[in-house]
C-alpha cells in the first residue's frame, strides 16, 4: 500500500527517481492503483476549476506589497522568482492536468501574432554546445536589440521570443511550452512526436512568436529521448515523468503589459 | 496536494480552502528564504504546521473539532519548538532547521512515514527524530515511540 503523501508526490514528480519508476510500474500493472492515480488526477482538475489560481495569485500580491513596505531592503527581484519557482511547482500537478490544447506547428498563429523572424546575435550561431547536456535558450527582441533571457525573467503580453536549442548527440526531442492558462503550445515537433536532432550547433527555431495575454508565467520545455516519443496533450505528466527522457525547463514571469 | 492535505487533516472542505491559500501566502511571504530543494515536502509539511494551529487554536477557542483524538492531542501538545510565528523566525521553517515536533510527530503517527523517512522529510537525524517525539511523548498520550 503506498501512503497517501508518497503518491502526492509522485503526482508532482517529486520523488527520487527509484521511487517513481517502481510507482510507475504499479499505476502499469495494478488496476485498482492505477485508478486511484486517475481519481487524484481528475481531482486535482476539479480543486483547479473550483479554487482558480488567478484568486490566489491576488492575495500573494497583496502579500507581496505587504512585505515591500514593512522591510525596506527586500529584495523584489529574488522575491518574485522564488515565488515564481515554488507556483511553478506546486502547481505542475494541478495545471498540467487540466484539458490542454497543442497547436500543432503553426505556432506563430496560435500564439495570436504573426510569424516574425528575428535575426538572432551571430556569433551564437556556430558556437559548439559545451559539456554534455542539452541546453535550451531563450531570447526576445526588443527595440534595443535582441537580449538573452534568463530563467524566471519578465516577459509580457506581445514579445516576441526566440527559442534555441542544442543537444550533445543524436537524439529526438520536441520543444513545448505551457501558460498560466493551461495551455500547451507546441514550438518543436512533428505533431506530437518528438523530431531527430542532430549534434552540436545552438540552432534557432525558424520563426519567432509573440506572447499572448496568459497570465502569470510562460514554461518551456525541451524533452528529448535517445529513443522516439510523443506529447500527449492530456498528460504531459506521463511524458515528464518518464526515465527515459531529459527535460530542460525555462520560466518566464509573465507580467502586466 | 495542498488542498487535499488540509482537508484530510480539517475534515472541512471550506476551512480546507482558506488554509490552503494561507500555506502558499506563508511561503510567498518568506520566500527569499525558503529552501527549495524539496518543494513538495516544503508545502507539505507547512500545511501540516497550519492546519495544527488551526486546530489547535479552535480548540482553544471552544470550538468543535472534527478530527480524531491522536491529531487533536498533538495539535494542542505544548511544544516549545513550534512558535515559530510569534518569535518571527519564518526563516527556521524554510532553512535548516528541523520542523516543530508536532509536525514531525503527525508526519510519523498520522502520515505513517518510517523514522527514516521522517528524519529525511524534516532533515534531522533518526536519533534526532525518536528525540523530538519523546519528548513530545510526555505530552501526549497514545504516542508510542519505537
Known sequence: ??????????????????????????????????????????DNRAILNKLPFETLSEK???????????????SLVKLASAAVLVLAVALVALISQRETVVA???VAQANGGAPAQVALVETQSDTRIKGMEARM?????????????????EAREGDEIQL?????????????????????????????????????????????YKLDDAP???????????????????DIDKLLKRNDVKVIGFTLKKVGK | MVYRRCV?????????SDLMQDVFVRIYSASDRLDMQSPSS??????????????????????????????????????????????NVLARLFSKEPESSRTIAVLHYVDGMTLEETAQEVGLSVSGVRKRLRGLQAKVKNLEVK
Request: proline letters at 3%; charged letters at 30%.
Open chain 1, 216 to 234: 502569470h508565467f510562460e514554461k518551456f520545455f525541451l524533452v528529448t529521448s535517445q529513443k522516439e516519443f510523443a506529447v500527449d496533450e492530456k
Open chain 1, 164 to 208: 534555441r536549442y542544442a543537444v550533445p548527440e543524436k537524439c529526438f526531442g520536441i520543444l513545448f511550452s505551457m501558460d498560466g492558462n493551461g495551455a500547451l503550445t507546441l514550438h518543436m515537433g512533428d505533431g506530437e512526436k518528438a523530431v531527430e536532432l542532430a549534434p552540436g550547433k545552438m540552432n534557432s527555431l525558424p520563426f519567432a
Open chain 2, 42 to 87: 516544503l508545502l507539505w509539511n507547512t500545511a501540516t504546521r497550519l492546519c495544527l494551529n488551526r486546530i489547535r487554536d479552535k480548540h482553544r477557542h471552544g470550538l468543535d473539532v472534527d478530527t480524531s483524538s491522536l491529531l487533536l492531542n498533538i495539535a494542542c501538545a505544548d511544544d516549545e519548538q513550534t512558535d515559530y510565528e510569534t518569535k
Open chain 1, 60 to 74: 500573494m500580491e497583496r502579500a507581496r506589497i505587504g512585505s515591500n513596505q514593512k522591510t525596506l531592503d527586500f
Open chain 1, 137 to 153: 535558450e531563450v531570447w526576445k527582441k526588443t527595440l534595443a536589440g535582441i537580449v538573452q533571457m534568463n530563467n524566471l525573467d
Open chain 1, 104 to 106: 500543432g506547428t503553426d
Open chain 1, 1 to 42: 500500500m503506498i501512503p497517501d503523501w508518497k503518491i502526492e508526490r509522485f503526482l508532482t514528480g517529486d520523488l527520487p527517481e527509484e521511487e517513481m519508476k517502481k510507482i510507475q510500474n504499479l499505476e502499469a500493472t495494478d488496476e485498482i492503483f492505477a485508478q486511484r492515480i486517475k481519481m487524484l488526477r481528475e
Open chain 2, 8 to 16: 484530510q487533516l480539517l475534515r472541512d472542505s471550506s476551512e480546507a
